[in-house]
């Protein structure tokens, strides 16, 4: 016999909090690219229509209610950076997976 839907769902949550993502290194924003202008007068990839330097990686995080923190990030430190972003995610996306099992558990147990 099969075993009833609350059971199964509480196993499928423990298995799930057991296998936590590892929270240390994460980073709530986002990694992108810029062009950057130096305004040195002359410069020869700013001047007119220059396209500006780089492009230099820059981590955005959110500062607040409609703010922004753009943090330039070097060229050694960009791995790590890359890595706690999509360590963040992963976080996001166990997290939504266990909040989606107790919101099925709790259709199972409005039926009980
Ligand atoms: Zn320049």
């Not at 690219?33 to 990839?45: A, E």
Request: glycine share 8%; with cysteine; charged share 30%.
């Amino acid at each position: 016999m099969m075993k009833d839907n609350v059971a199964r769902l509480t196993e499928a949550r423990t298995r799930l909090a057991h296998q936590a993502p590892d929270p240390t290194t994460v980073i709530a924003g986002s990694l992108m690219t810029r062009m950057i202008r130096c305004n040195k007068p002359g410069c020869r990839y700013c001047a007119g229509k220059g396209k500006g330097h780089g492009p230099i990686w820059i981590l955005s995080v959110s500062a607040g209610p409609g703010r922004v923190r753009q943090i330039p990030v070097p060229a050694h430190l960009k791995q790590d950076v890359e890595d706690g972003v999509r360590r963040y995610a992963d976080m996001q996306k166990w997290l939504k997976q266990i909040s989606q099992l107790n919101v099925d558990l709790l259709e199972e147990r409005k039926k009980r």
